[in-house]
């Protein structure tokens, strides 16, 4: 099995291919070792990190823009969307605070992004 990908791991955007082979997973086309890297996590457990807004009461804006501290499983996407969508906060909110901890059942925790 070959995949074919884009690295997103630097400004370059190398275009990677991945296959198996005797057991290793094998990784062309990358121009850096953040590449090879990349592209191993993107076969063996692909994550994102997820940015959004939430609705907050109390601010001078209707919502406030929050993120994951660390990337989620790709799968867990739509979950955190859900988890994300259903609060509102109360201002007021500093940069880093966590508004929902352990996210969709992962180590991610939602943060703020912005003081309001």
Known sequence: MKKEMTCISCPVGCRL????KDG??????NACKRGEVYGISEITNPSRMVCSTVKIQGAFLPSL?????EPVPKEKIFEVMEEINKITVQAPVHTGQILIPHVAGTKSNIVATREM
Do not use: F, Q, R, S
């Open 17 to 20: 291919t991945a296959y198996e």
């Open 65 to 69: 823009p929050v993120k994951t501290d």
């Open 24 to 29: 290793k997973i094998i990784i062309e086309g």
